[in-house]
């Protein structure tokens, strides 16, 4: 084969699967307007708090990744009931994540092998994503997610009331300039080395107008022009050197804050390096947290923490079947007994606290 016969373009593809647009999944599976006005509540809410408007703390909670809908839905309610109970202190926010980034290879997510097989069918893993979300809103409780792959906002966004980026992606510009133009407050988690430069800068990007590359609500490739989002923050989530919620290193990342010119608004990470990467440790956290409030913190705005019915996490066995029931199939997370302690504790230490607390 001569060299201008050998092929020249998609080398390494083998195939290409035209997706439902974002507009036709919408259609297939609208917002009801009870869910419509959990989402407002929740993403007006989270903007309160970040401007010193609202004396609560929030708290995204919940399993470090879905992939059992039932079981999400089981704890769903569960928390529902819990978000009631402390809601004068603390306002949950229900973790719903989709998207796994992986350091190597490994199941990437619900969205991207919902069927935990190796069968990558993204577009029922996309159905079945989005009725979740609005499942888990008409319960009344708000949902958040990373925001991992820069297409699949599009798709979901506007369910979510609260968004992350992940360490690994805060220096990625893809991402701040997704971020930029995401509809809800967005956190940009420290390096993985724990360190805080890389999260400040994405911060200073993300607020700013940017112009990038994405698709709209058609599928077709756009040109997308953001206005800047004013809500993002940072969380704190550990790093190589150790855990990173403790009051030295909050004052470093306040004093970092400063300098850059922004708001001084920490969320916590419970899990990750903060806990050692023992998932158990993750009540010792909150009660820190909470004792830095009671001390006079007025910086900490909220937490991260990855929760299941059942603590622990377990491989994913080629038998389905026995994949034990709401257990994490990623990251260990606390069980549910554990999280409803740590979380009525925390409320009932801060309830008279938090409203005397001038930020």
Known sequence: MSSIEKKIENVNVTAQEVLITPARLKAALPMSDLAKEVVNQGRDTVRDILDGKDHRMFVVVGPCSIHDVDAAMDYAKRLKALADEVSDTLVIIMRVYFEKPRTTVGWKGLINDPYLNDTFKIEEGLHIGRKLLLDISELGLPTSTEALD??????L???IAWSAIGARTTESQTHREMASGLSSAVGFKNGTDGGLTVAVNAIGSAVKPHRFLGINGEGQVAVIHTTGNAYTHIVLRGGSQGPNYD??????CEAELTKAGIPLNIMVDCSHANSSKQPQLQP?????????????????VGLMVESNINAGNQSIPEDLSKLAYGVSVTDG?????????ALRTMRERLKDVLPKRAR
């Open 284 to 300: 010792l956290v909150i009660e820190n947290v909470a004792n830095q409030v009671i001390e006079g913190n007025t910086s900490i």
């Open 150 to 155: 820069p297409i699949s906002p599009q798709y």
């Open 333 to 341: 997370c606390i069980g549910w007994d554990e999280t409803e302690t």
């Open 247 to 252: 009051s030295v290193h909050i004052k470093l």
């Open 157 to 159: 966004q506007d369910c």
